[in-house]
């Protein structure tokens, strides 16, 4: 009896940990440069989490997300891509991946490794969103806004863009209650 209440136990740990960043727990992406982005150093900012692709149609936002970068950055927002080939639509390498997007978009924005965002593979980030919030990417350039107290605050999908007012007004109303 013991062991299966110690099971218990440390699965409702693991659970909280890496459940909502707001719940103490965060999450760790390698970064396209190297190192790693600790989501637990974005907390209190808002956050646009992007799965990215560098061969789709929707690759033109990546001009959107630079433009929310720069406009957004000096307040704290996070803007993070996130490319992944679950959709079979990225460049090979991340070396690739970084050189095209700095050469095409000028793209000085947070970017991780090529990620997987779906199924059984998916970062922890984005099991997390599936299991507690009922959110896999269904393409390309979803989006995912989290507000300062780490819970998700919208989704949306490839047809919003990334300087839409459903996103920009979200991030400002999050900036002017903070």
Known sequence: ??????????????????????AGG??????????TYDSADWAGHP???????????????????????????AAGVIILAVPS???KQELATDDEV??????????????????????????PFYRWLAETHGFAPSWNFNKVLIAPDGEVAATYGSMTGPLSNRITGAIDAMLEAD
């Open 26 to 35: 965060s999450f760790s992406f390698d970064s396209i440069d190297g190192g």
């Open 85 to 87: 080939d679950d959709f």
């Open 98 to 123: 970084r050189d095209f997007c700095a050469m095409t978009f000028d793209l000085t924005l947070p970017m991780t490794t090529i990620t997987s965002v779906r199924g059984d593979e998916a970062h």
């Open 1 to 22: 009896m013991r062991h299966v209440l110690a099971a218990v136990l440390v699965s409702s740990t693991a659970a909280l940990t890496a459940a909502p960043v707001s």
């Open 47 to 73: 956050v646009l989490v992007v799965n990215t692709a560098s061969l789709c149609g929707f690759t033109p936002q990546y001009e959107g997300l630079q433009d929310l970068h720069e406009r957004y950055e």
